[in-house]
């Protein structure tokens, strides 16, 4: 399997992990305002998609500046 570069990593981290928080977060507010029902999927795959279209590129932008206030709170190993 090939496999990309390193400097992909932080873009294919922050997509997996959106993706994955979204989808989650996105399910449990459809199931909380709609129950079990049929087509629940659906409905959590509508609500999720353009929810991951917004936090994907934000978390690309927002990455950084995250990173330095972390690093405020964070002693460097030694």
Same mark, same amino acid.
């Given at each position: 399997?090939?496999?990309l570069p390193a400097r992909f990593e932080p873009h294919l981290f922050a997509l997996l992990l959106t993706g994955v928080t979204s989808l989650i977060v996105a399910s449990v507010a459809v199931f909380r305002?709609? &129950?079990?029902t049929d087509g629940l999927l659906g409905l959590c795959i509508q609500t999720w998609l353009p929810a991951w279209g917004i936090v994907f590129p934000l978390a690309i932008v927002i990455a950084? &500046?995250?990173k330095k206030?972390?690093?405020r709170f964070v002693k460097p190993e030694s």
């Open positions: 399997m090939r496999k305002h709609v &129950g079990w950084p &500046g995250i206030v972390v690093s």
